[in-house]
């Protein structure tokens, strides 16, 4: 048997093992054993004044008791380090200009609370989460076709080019699949660049300048580039601003949020904006092209 002598002491070597195995234990921390909660899908919930429920919320902000615990896209399993009842928050997001890696929290809507019971391994499920537009939300425009009328105008073609309303087969990533009523824009074959404007029937005005979100939304079904635009006027002039590049949509509609705050912050009080979506056909492009446009809506705070 080995032993081992320091300031007096003698241990054995089997003892002295036990003693570090003993202390190497004490060192390992119990892992946590995590909840899980399941978001699968999100509705939003209108009044007539606010037009349809057609929406692409794509992602939510995730809070519990407060505690941001992510920005998650939908559906998801979000594990927490909470068992028991809970708060739990939802905030929706949505992709900024189409944009699969840029969501931004949409903040026209209200901020959903709900009581969650967790338990340590297991999946909780949410159902579906309903979402609703703040009080003091302006719906300034809102523009669905199923009247047969239309406050989307053609504003400038070309000869041959045309736009109506008719009914078209509709679905958002195999959501709200039937059919529906939209704008129709036909570019006429021709063997030059061509475009269609394509504008609200009304200038905007009244509008918030000091920096909150101003959100224009609608969904696009395009072989073609389109050109998203305002015409700003105000006390300084009038003045064409290119704002968003729409690229074609292969085939299949898909919903854009665009924020117009950046070109509408400190302007002078008196501005007003015309809205306008433009079709390109490029010159080497030689066939007729079809467009089709639906579910516009234009909201700010008030």
Not at 37 to 53: C, E, F, L, R, Y
Not at 115 to 144: C, M, P
Not at 184 to 193: C, N
Not at 281 to 289: G, L, P
Request: contains cysteine; charged residues 20%; proline residues 5%.
């Amino acid at each position: 048997m080995l032993y081992f002598r320091s300031m007096g002491f003698r241990i054995m070597m089997p003892a002295l093992a036990l003693l570090m195995a003993i202390v190497s234990g004490c060192d390992k921390e119990i892992e946590p054993i995590p909840a899980y909660i399941k978001i699968d899908s999100v509705s939003v919930i209108t009044t007539p004044a606010q037009g349809n429920p057609i929406h692409e919320i794509s992602a939510v902000n995730v809070y519990v008791d407060e505690q941001f615990m992510g920005l998650f896209e939908i559906p998801c399993t979000i594990p927490v380090l909470f068992s028991g009842k809970h708060k739990l928050s939802i905030i929706p997001s949505v992709r900024l200009n189409g944009a699969l890696n840029q969501h931004v929290i949409h903040r026209l809507f209200n901020r959903t609370d709900t009581t969650i019971d967790l338990a340590e391994g297991k999946v909780t499920e949410t159902g579906n989460i309903n979402l609703t537009y703040k009080n003091n939300t302006e719906f300034a425009w809102l523009e669905d076709f199923e009247d047969n009328n239309s406050s989307l105008v053609r504003w400038f073609s070309s000869a041959g080019d045309t736009s109506y309303i008719t009914t078209e087969p509709f679905s958002l990533n195999g959501r709200y699949a039937g059919n529906t009523r939209c704008m129709k824009v036909v570019i006429s074959t021709a063997d030059t660049a061509k475009t269609v404007d394509m504008a609200s029937f009304k200038y905007f005005g009244s509008l918030p300048l000091m920096g909150t979100d101003i959100m224009f939304e609608f969904d696009i079904k395009t072989p073609v580039p389109v050109q998203m635009a305002m015409i700003r006027k105000n006390s300084s002039g009038k003045l064409y601003l290119p704002y968003v590049y729409v690229y074609e949509t292969g085939g299949e509609w898909k919903r854009f949020y665009i924020n117009l705050i950046y070109e509408l912050y400190n302007q002078p009080g008196d501005t007003e904006i015309q809205l306008m979506l433009s079709p390109i056909k490029a010159a080497e492009i030689k066939t007729s092209q079809e467009i089709f446009i639906d579910n516009i809506r234009f909201s700010y705070p008030k």
